[in-house]
């Protein structure tokens, strides 16, 4: 029976953790304080700020939003990081993408100061996770790291698939999977054979952006599946990258969709908080 990989569970975990270490800092005097900033009306982004303020109040940890409106300039938005980079109360801060088509994401990012770039997309954090050295590092990756460590799962060794090479989960993945000691492939859209490669993966990670396209004839035997995407259904279901019920009676352990690794990405946005006001 395959080991059903629970993220809300461990997302709980590490919250309840990190809510004593919040108590600890402001009995020292320390505040932490996320700044997070949405631009527009994109639903998904409102369901995701919406959650960040969430665990924010549930770990102790003050959120500032700025909800702007769609027509924001980009010189807006980037006096409104100028400030907040100046402000030494604000710790983390957060711009949820993706970003209205007139404002560059890039100029943004490079923008927010590495030291409270809690997503991990700063260039100077990311730099610091190729050479192994201490930075944000991306929260996605960095909650798969933890689903695996605390179910037991062992990385060391172990011959990893990636699927999807995005910058926000695929290269910083197989990073973070090279410092456990992994053996290392990513896949792509040119990849070809992808069958073949994804069924030598003990650990398969897959973030695509297709629903449900890994299927039983992606798995080896034994494989441990994670899957990072999240799509609705026409049912109004949620449903992942992989074929969940074609992949289950293959895997030894394996994320669902929803509650697998959904979770573990605002819990690691706030570790990298409470990281930030420690550095402070």
Request: hydrophobic residues 40%; contains cysteine; proline residues 5%.
């Amino acid at each position: 029976m395959a080991q059903l990989i629970d993220g809300k569970k461990i997302s709980t975990e590490i919250k309840e953790a990190l809510k004593l270490e919040v108590a600890q800092l402001k009995e020292k005097g320390t505040d932490c304080v996320l700044a997070v900033i949405q631009v527009g009306e994109d639903p998904a982004s409102k369901v995701y700020v919406r959650n960040k303020k969430r665990a924010c109040e549930f770990i102790g940890i003050e959120s500032i939003s700025y909800e702007l409106p769609e027509e924001t300039t980009q010189e807006e938005l980037l006096q409104i990081i100028d400030k907040l980079n100046a402000d030494s109360k604000v710790k983390g801060i957060l711009c949820q993408l993706p970003l209205p088509k007139h404002i560059n994401e890039d100029t943004v990012i490079k923008r927010i100061s590495p030291q409270k770039d809690v997503d991990g997309f700063h260039p100077e954090n990311v730099g610091a996770l190729v050479i192994g050295q201490k930075g944000f590092v991306s929260c996605t990756p960095f909650g798969i790291i933890q689903l695996l460590k605390k179910s037991n799962i062992e990385i060391d060794g172990k011959q990893c698939v990636i699927v999807g090479r995005s910058n926000i989960v695929g290269k910083p993945m197989a990073l973070l999977m090279l410092r456990e000691n992994a053996t290392v492939t990513v896949c792509h859209s040119h990849t070809k054979n992808l069958k073949e490669i994804t069924k030598t993966a003990d650990i398969l990670i897959v973030a695509i952006g297709k629903p449900k396209f890994i299927n039983h004839e992606y798995v080896k035997d034994g494989a441990v599946v994670i899957d990072v995407g999240i799509h609705r259904q026409e049912n109004n279901k949620l449903c992942g990258d992989v074929d969940f019920d074609s992949v289950l009676p293959k895997v030894s352990a394996i994320t669902p969709v929803p509650g697998g690794v959904g979770p573990m990405t605002i819990a690691m946005l706030m570790h990298n908080c409470v990281e930030g006001s420690k550095n402070y």
